[in-house]
């Protein structure tokens, strides 16, 4: 669907929590850093740097989420606008219920990863439109993507 309508799809890997011993931190940072990589290497592959939009359902929309709220001057020498809108589906915002829940038995959470990786307590670092939806009937896969179209 993507590829047909002209766009470029790309969809990064990340460590899974298991791997990264419980630890959010690393996921986040690899989404953030493929977004930085899409954005400095798209003309190499017919893509357009000033068109990337995320979208990511349940934990890719929590990493999506995250991922929309860096700041990317600073943490990577980008224009603040790198990502020009996200779609956000049947995602985590917030951390705090999550750590309440079960997932606190293989998440190692610290109030600093919280409250680093609590999207919706950082709005004011967003620079694009965002869609955040819900789903019923959702399967039970979630991935973040990361789709970008190619130059006009």
Not at 6 to 20: K, L, R, S
Not at 39 to 54: L, S, V
Not at 105 to 131: G, M, W
Not at 135 to 143: A, D, L, N, R, Y
């Amino acid at each position: 669907m993507f590829i047909t309508a002209g766009a470029h799809f790309v969809i990064p890997d990340f460590v899974q929590v298991h791997n990264a011993g419980g630890n959010l931190m690393p996921m986040a940072r690899q989404v953030r850093s493929a977004v930085a990589w899409v954005y400095r290497n798209a003309a190499r592959f017919g893509g357009d740097p000033n068109r990337i939009y995320i979208t990511g359902h349940s934990s890719g929309a929590h990493l999506a989420g995250c991922t929309l709220v860096t700041d990317w001057q600073k943490d990577f020498g980008l224009p603040a606008n790198v990502i020009k809108g996200g779609l956000l589906v049947s995602g985590m915002y917030d951390l705090k219920p999550v750590r309440l829940s079960k997932r606190s038995e293989y998440v190692n959470f610290t109030d600093e990863i919280e409250q680093a990786l609590s999207s919706q307590r950082h709005l004011d670092k967003l620079n694009a439109p965002i869609i955040v939806a819900y789903g019923t009937q959702e399967t039970p896969s979630s991935s973040g993507r990361i789709a970008i179209s190619p130059p006009r």
